[in-house]
């Protein structure tokens, strides 16, 4: 049993609450256990200098989080007056994600921010943004295709992101907490499609080296917690659901 | 009657959630309105460069928004790279005002950083801001104080702020929602201790001018707004309200 | 008697020198006894983005110090690479506070710019900055109004600053300098029109805070010592002044 | 046959010039085809903060390009006054890949700062880097070693790494050049040990997702190469392979 | 004769108003016909990092131009966050300028920081500034020579600046004021100490090339120029040039 | 005999090896001694803003050093945020050379980068590069003229640079490496034409001041080796020098 009571294949609890704040076209908040993070998706009227013209729209996030979500107060990015590597790291690992199961094409010449903000950390933030930035734009989308703003719900499939890793004690372990992350000798993100395929495959051994079967070990674990995360997204993002699941048929 | 349907002099109801986020040693929700600002106080163990080797603390605020706590979306000032000019005043307000009521001697050498993030924005985030930072040093005190950390529980006095204005229709109002705000020909801000006396006053007719005469109406309103504010906070903190009211007697 | 032989209720020595440099439309050096403030005005033919197209104008203001204005050296904030709260501070007041007196529309698509820059500080910098930034805009408008571009002199009323505070010594004062600065319990800066109107009203009481009757005493003082500065100003801008005293029958 | 002629898995033509320059303890111009990269390896007889008293050592490294390594020309990071995201993301890669290898209590409390330089840029940009960057340190660690500034070579391990890819025509690919990159529908780059153990695995599908299977014959074709580069580092780095390779004996 | 009627070598009226402002250890505002500096001298109790435990001291320089210093204003080099190059160009110019007629060892473990600043430019700013920071810092030795502070006057020699350029119609020219400078076609900045060497020489044809005997030409110019401005600096300057002229002496 | 064997009026072995890199339009690697620089030059078809609609064309110049092109590790200006003074007065000193031999409106709404990069250094940085840039400029150009991109080769006459000094030991010196720089009393750096003109003369005496006829002593010594480069320029740039030297007649 692990430091939480957890099995080794076993996901902490997940909530995600919709229309968490009222301002934003979508917005969610997602726990994963103790780590919980805001995620607004807003739909803005233009596209970026660099896609201007080609009739198509851009999906991209930003993450951050507030000082004092983890266990010792951070100096704000705001303040230092830069982003981190960190930080540049996750939000343009979530916006590629999100943008992996959009039909740009489909959006117009729009951009959609989705912020992903943590307010309390415990292990697996970048996960959970993920993971909770697909349901928060799926509220948007809704929004857009329920008001014929956009002539199509532009997104194709579900996404989802899980951390796995390798712990001395334990072997391979799935959706660590901090404190297991901490030690882990394997740290790996892995972000899947409902379809069953990989989106990105992040996999770093800073304190240990990993072989291939122990890779293969953490891939089994990786697509069984994602399943579950599908589950819970498709009962938070509702009426958005079953245009997902219906989305060729409604665009005709 | 108001927009929101309240009378000239009501504030809106205002909600204190003690403990909301579990890493820093205090820390609130507050709620006035739709305007919802997390409040974290962080204890640290040192003192900025120009204090030390006084043996005395320090007490200092931090402001922010997230992106889509408005209307339409910021663009976060960690992407900037600098804080805006409304933002460092907002932050050294709060910061001054708070320690207008903290003994800096019996703190020690320890700076109390007081996050105040704003999740959801409609007027009167500042004020608001100050209120619940107020609560949320109040209970990281507390702990301080019960854990012997500190010598005494070292606030002296009650602390809130309202926001007060002129308004062509209803003329003195009382905290302005933000389609108040908006319209509003004066706009003052005013900080008060439980004894009744002024932090801070701030009143700007950027609109219009004012006379002495609605000054004394804004100030008049201003403290019925504030003392109801008071008996907010005693409920939400709980045991540190009990240390602040019997301060003197604790230390001895 | 105060440090320099003043009675609580006396300016110091208050000189505006016209004309004091020979680029900007407008310029004054003002002296409010040591404290000497370059203020200039500049015309810009064009407004901020956020303006564009209204058909009006837009008045602006910055703030600086010479390193060496003050008793010990400061790092120039073009060094730091970024402005200081307090500049920021004081110069988003004085352009809000020069906007009160001035009819935007009558401007025409252009900005005015009105630089402070403090050339030797002995307290209340920044009330000689407001006094001095309205007697150069007057100045510059002057030229405007007389080689007809702008189609009349768009200046409404009087505007100056001056600071009051209490002292434990001899109570309410008017116009510290610095020394009385750094010992004051409260320290209010006041912002007038000449109809007797406020502007703005900032007290802050860092070391002690106050009282409703003892706000009354500072406001009735400063009100007084406005009320001289505008007489020195009139002395000042000259033929400005008579444009400004007619200003509603020049127009036609 | 690929665009250059090149089977699926084959690599570009390698070469790795030892001692490019002089002033560095290490330093190699490697080339994989036209992706030319001048990695220098500093020695710094202290740590950074973070790793202060601790006894131990630290490896980290810089990435850069020149500004018209590329098609087209660059604005420079300096210019611009920040790195990219994808400059942040490839330095913590090539360092976090350096440290898996190197015994960090063996260095003393020393940095070694290995700087890669892309003079020209022909895809593969970061797996040229990190191969190079190996070689770099080894040539300085050997340095150290000769001449007993180290009482050990702290290198464990050959380091290299390779870039794969699946590609519409040709399926999975090694060692994509730029004009296969721009195409390649995936994009995964490995780092292994001398040991066949992963370092890391970072797989992206932006423009299309990849099932297990396909994973699994880039996993393949990765393996392939980078045993391939162990071989021309060895040769490389002359007496600093024999080093690594009796790295147990020679510290006795 | 020249636009305002000087002849070809002639200086503009040049005036050295000492101890100008009342902070700085010495001060004074300098003169070139329209061009108007104020020069300050600070003297710190420390020296930079890289001068620590030499015994010896550091002179360095800073230089700014206030925003309507110019016919049409300029942005702010604190708004923009960084300085020009055109700045540090100057400053570094000034400070080496300045260190070459100082001994460094005389002045002890401290800083002297001169700043020159621009309140009004018609052409040659910077050696207006030159000239004004010498004077400006034998007022500051002088005082702490005469308190002991320092155990001699630590300058060995007067140093001065001036420009001379060709212009098409009167050839070489002496002191150029802005009108000149726009249209000629060298432009070189000459800085000279009181025994006849040079300092600086930096000679530029944006426009035009020059040869070796227009060279000599402008050298000529400029020395014949020089040596009047130290007439007018030993006017000045007072005490110190006493100071100065038996430097030798007073040591001993 | 100097530190290297060379006579006093002797250039380090200089090569230029034309088109070193594949991307830019036109690129050499420069080599004065130990002094390596790559120079490469961007044809970019637009202007900046302070050049549009004005029908001629721009050439500009950045220059950097890799971290460790010299003997101790140098931070990049890319992490420091900002480019020091040292960079901006080099890289505007290149521009501004380069422009002094450059038919600007022959270029057409263009501008032209030349990016040098020192990636060994021993002295000379600045004279290798802009003597660099100028092939670089040319064979640029060259293609540029060849294909009719451009009606005519633009540059009008060689250009050159080279590096002066006063050695105590030797007098005056020609092409200072490093070593010689360190302890040379003064340190001239001169840019002529190929008809014999100077573009730039800069001297600076900061150890120690010079007379005129040290100074002219070391312009003898600079036109001498300014000439023996030109010879080395022609032959490395090919076509390039003949379209240079018949630049007049071809046009036609």
Redesign the interface.
């Known amino acids: 049993m692990r430091v939480d009571g957890r099995q080794s294949d076993e996901l902490r609890p997940v909530i995600i609450e919709a229309d968490y ?4 076209e979508g ?1 969610v908040l997602i726990s994963f256990g ?1 780590t ?1 993070v ?1 995620c ?1 998706a ?1 739909i ?1 009227e233009r596209v970026p200098p660099f896609m201007r013209g080609q009739g198509k729209g851009w999906v991209t996030a ?1 993450y ?1 989080m ?6 010792s ?1 951070n100096i ?8 981190s ?5 996750i ?2 690992l979530i916006g ?1 994600a999100l ?2 199961v959009v039909d740009l094409d489909a959006i117009g010449e729009r951009t959609v ?1 989705v ?1 992903c ?1 943590v ?3 415990d292990g697996g933030t970048r996960t959970a943004a993920v993971t909770g930035a697909f349901a928060a734009m799926c509220l948007a989308f809704q929004k857009a295709a329920a008001d014929k703003t956009m002539k199509k719900f532009p997104v194709t499939d579900y996404l989802a992101a899980v951390s796995v890793g390798v712990d001395e004690e334990h072997g391979a372990i799935l959706d660590l907490n901090y404190a297991e992350d901490s030690k882990a000798e394997v740290d ?1 993100n892995l972000i ?2 409902g ?12 304190e240990a ?4 079967s122990q ?1 293969n070990s953490l ?1 089994d674990l990786g697509e069984k917690g994602i399943s579950e995360l599908f589950a819970i997204q498709k009962e938070a993002i509702g009426e958005a659901a079953s245009y997902l699941e219906s989305e060729g048929e409604k665009e005709s």
Not at 76 to 82: I, L, T
Not at 199 to 206: A, D, F, K, L, R
Not at 209 to 212: A, D, E, K, Q, V
């Open positions: 704040i009222k301002h934003p917005s103790d919980k805001i607004s807003s803005e930003e951050a507030l000082p004092r979500a983890t266990e107060r704000r990015e705001s303040s230092k007056g830069k982003l590597g960190r930080t540049m790291e939000q343009r590629r943008r992996s921010w912020d903000d307010i309390q950390a790996m899947m499609t379809s069953g395929e990989f989106v990105e495959i992040q996999g770093t051994g800073e080296t990993f072989s291939r890779l891939l």
